[in-house]
C-alpha cells in the first residue's frame, strides 16, 4: 500500500501561483510514476501532468503546457506541483496518484493503482 496526502491547494486569483505537494508513505516511492489528476463536478477525472520513476521524463496535458512544472523529490518521498499564470479554468479539485508505468508516465488514471484524497484549488476572475 502506498498512502498519498496532498496539500497547498486554495483560493488564488487569476495569474497567481500555487504549489502542491504529495508526500507519499508506505512502499518505496521511486518504484511508482506519480501523477497529478483534477476533477470538477459531474465531469471525469483528467490527467494533468506525470513524471516517472526517476524524474526524467515527464508529460503535460496540453492545457496546462507551459504553465505547470512537475518535480518529484525521491529521498523525501513527494511530488511537486508548481502551478503559474494560473486560470479560472484550473479551478478543481487535484488529485495525486502513483501507478505502475515504467518509462514515459501513464496519462491515463486505470494505470493508477493508489490516490490521495484530493485538495481544492479554486482560482478566482
Known amino acids: 500500500q502506498v498512502q498519498l496526502v496532498e496539500s497547498g491547494g486554495g483560493l488564488v486569483q487569476a495569474e497567481g501561483s500555487l504549489r502542491l505537494s504529495c508526500a507519499a508513505s508506505g512502499r518505496t516511492f521511486s518504484n511508482y510514476a506519480m501523477g497529478w489528476f483534477r476533477q470538477t463536478p459531474g465531469k471525469e477525472r483528467d490527467i494533468v501532468t506525470a513524471i516517472s520513476r526517476s524524474g526524467d521524463s515527464t508529460y503535460y496535458a496540453d492545457s496546462v503546457k507551459g504553465r505547470f512544472t512537475i518535480s518529484r523529490d525521491n529521498a523525501k518521498n513527494t511530488v511537486y506541483l508548481q502551478m503559474n499564470s494560473m486560470k479560472p479554468e484550473d479551478t478543481a479539485v487535484y488529485y495525486c496518484?502513483?501507478?505502475?508505468?515504467?518509462?514515459?508516465?501513464?496519462?491515463?488514471?486505470?494505470?493508477?493503482?493508489?490516490w490521495g484524497q484530493g485538495t481544492q484549488v479554486t482560482v478566482s476572475s
Open positions: 496518484a502513483a501507478g505502475r508505468s515504467v518509462g514515459v508516465p501513464s496519462r491515463y488514471s486505470f494505470m493508477y493503482d493508489y
